[in-house]
């Protein structure tokens, strides 16, 4: 079945430090591709897609590419803040899945000053 | 997008008991779902509620435990029966954005429930 598998945490950087969060998938066909964060004490909330090969997803800084060829979706920003501390979750939502969304495991980010 | 409310937004329960969270969205949805979140966890999907029918539930779960209803298209209830230490979690309540089944989500607050 349809599978997310991320990067375990915590990832803990220092502010304005470069951030990478890989994030591999298996589904068949093409899924579309989330990352969700979640802030301390909230729900999750959409952070960026993708829905077909090679769209860049892109959001306050963050980016993700659609790479068909690596099943990968792997999240990055340039340059993180201390408001960026929070846990980020790979998904993917797919015929295969049943139009379940599937989640990774999330990864926990510390930014400190 | 769509504006999802919880309540309660926390509870702390006795062993034994049963609680009912409340989700209300601020437009008509064909479809909610429940998760669970424990402690440091993903998202497991409980179930999917439509409206003026039964909820699906997925493996693991049942109707006796959690009993979901869902009168109308904008809200939905869960009810953690029977409650033990090991319902301890965040059960948040979701709707697509759209009709799209290939859609994001859209998530409410979550309800933060202790059980002792």
């Known amino acids: 079945g349809d599978s997310v598998t991320q990067m375990e945490g915590p990832v803990t950087l220092s502010e304005e430090a470069f951030l990478t969060i890989n994030c591999t998938y298996t589904?068949?066909?093409?899924?579309?591709l989330f990352w969700y964060v979640q802030y301390p004490g909230e729900g999750l909330q959409l952070l960026l897609k993708a829905t077909k090969a090679d769209d860049k997803g892109s959001n306050k800084g963050f980016e993700a590419t659609y790479r068909k060829e690596t099943t990968s979706f792997h999240l990055e920003k340039g340059s993180v803040q201390v408001s960026d501390s929070a846990v980020y979750f790979c998904?993917?939502?797919?015929?295969?899945?049943?139009?379940?969304?599937?989640f990774g495991a999330g990864t926990r980010l510390f930014v400190k000053a | 997008s769509a504006v999802i409310s919880q309540k309660p937004s926390r509870d702390i329960c006795q062993r034994g008991t049963s609680l009912t969270i409340q989700c209300q969205v601020d437009s008509q949805v064909t479809m909610m779902f429940w998760y669970r979140q424990q402690p440091g966890q993903s998202l497991t999907l409980i179930a999917t509620a439509n409206q003026g029918s039964e909820a699906t539930y997925e493996s693991g779960f049942v109707i006796d435990k959690f009993p979901i209803s869902r009168p109308n298209l904008t809200f939905s209830t869960l009810t953690v029966s029977n409650m033990s230490p090991e319902d301890s979690s965040i059960y948040l309540c979701?709707?697509?954005?759209?009709?799209?089944?290939?859609?994001?989500?859209?998530f409410g607050p979550g309800t933060r429930l202790t059980v002792l």
């Open positions: 998904a993917l939502r797919g015929r295969t899945g049943g139009f379940k969304t599937i």
């Open positions: 589904a068949t066909g093409y899924p579309s």
């Open positions: 979701s709707v697509d954005s759209g009709e799209r089944t290939y859609n994001e989500q859209f």
